[in-house]
């Protein structure tokens, strides 16, 4: 599987530190709509693999992610690129649309 579970204790490694944009998924197991962009999440991982790094961040277990990223609404993506905040969407996101967020990184 390339979506990769980030926590508070890898986050650093696996977000701040990546070579490649990084898109996380914030979402929770009792989330109908996070489970419903699950598969759309997982296939692009798969297809974006080496140009994008897929994270999953379960919010009831790393709530300070959660804090710190102001997440009020799941599921929640936060594209990031160099360890900076680029762009992010609440909601069920369609595959198009969560390759629209990806498009922010491609001009650099």
């Keep these: 599987m390339a ?3 980030i926590t508070n ?3 650093e ?7 490649v944009p990084v898109i996380l998924d914030f979402w929770a ?8 962009q699950s598969p759309i999440f997982e296939a692009l ?3 974006l693999a080496g140009k994008v790094k897929f994270g999953s961040v ?6 300070a992610l959660a804090l710190k990223y102001q997440v009020m609404s799941i599921p929640m993506l936060v594209v990031m690129q160099y360890g900076i905040f680029k ?3 609440i909601g069920l ?4 649309e969560i390759l629209d967020l990806l498009a922010c990184c491609e001009a650099e």
């Design 58 to 63: 379960n919010v009831d277990e790393q709530a």
């Design 29 to 36: 197991e009792w989330c109908g709509p996070c489970k419903m």
């Design 9 to 11: 204790e890898n986050f």
């Design 13 to 19: 490694d696996e977000v701040l530190a990546a070579k």
């Design 87 to 89: 762009k992010k969407a």
């Design 45 to 47: 991982s798969e297809e």
């Design 3 to 5: 979506v990769v579970t």
């Design 93 to 96: 996101q369609t595959r198009e």
